[in-house]
């Protein structure tokens, strides 16, 4: 979905088409367009990765975790109803996946991962190291700008719950997205038991209006 396909009212928290590629064009220098790029996957891109690979392998990312960290007013949410999605927030470690793209595949896929992830700038651009069993890797990661209009670190658990049980936007409802995240954790072998105790919580009967208004 272009920019101009939007409400008037999302225009002030969209980059520009310049502003993305310039992001792009930011993350990608000094790539000498022969190698092939790998990219950290600890969201969505886990079991949505809409782009061919030509490699998956477990990775472990350190210094970064995952984090319901980021309000989402377009993919799962809106301006009214916010939902929240998941970036790479400091302090511990993360468990992902390194997806390897080839170096042909790297322009296009990277134009359709700014259009997916970076349609607010919400997120950092940044090689991390990437421990995996064949080696580490240098990969990209989408962290959170926590100086960011959207970060939403540090929510009290009734509003997070809140949050993600009522946000709905162009990719689907918020419950679906945090549900789905930790399946495919769980298919992988990764146990974060933050998010489960999460999708556990969310499961949980609730007394309509007893979860904390944002």
């Avoid at 979905?1 to 009212?9: D, I, N, R, T, V």
């Avoid at 790479?88 to 468990?95: N, Q, Y």
């Amino acid at each position: 979905m272009s920019a101009a396909a939007y409400p008037a009212e999302y225009a002030p928290l969209l980059l520009t088409p310049a502003q993305r590629q310039a992001s792009i064009e930011s993350a990608l220098r000094g790539w000498d367009r022969r190698q092939d790029v790998w990219l950290f996957a600890y969201g969505s891109l886990i079991w949505k990765a809409d782009f061919p690979l030509q490699e998956r392998r477990m990775a472990t990312v350190r210094g970064y975790h995952r984090s319901l960290c980021l309000w989402s007013r377009i993919n799962r949410g809106t301006l009214a109803a916010p939902g929240l999605v998941f970036g790479l927030d400091r302090g511990g470690s993360c468990r992902g996946v390194a997806l390897r793209i080839a170096a042909a595949d790297v322009e296009p896929v990277f134009v359709a991962l700014w259009e997916r992830e970076m349609m607010m700038g919400s997120y950092h651009p940044r090689w991390l190291r990437c421990e995996t069993a064949g080696g580490a890797v240098h990969a990209l990661a989408f962290v959170i700008d926590r100086r960011g209009s959207g970060y939403a670190g540090g929510l009290e658990e009734p509003e997070l719950l809140g949050a993600v049980r009522r946000g709905r936007g162009r990719y689907g409802a918020c419950l679906d997205y945090v549900r789905d995240t930790a399946h495919a954790l769980r298919e992988h072998g990764i146990r974060d038991h933050r998010l489960e105790r999460l999708v556990q919580r969310l499961a949980a009967p609730h007394e309509a209006g007893s979860d904390k208004p944002l």
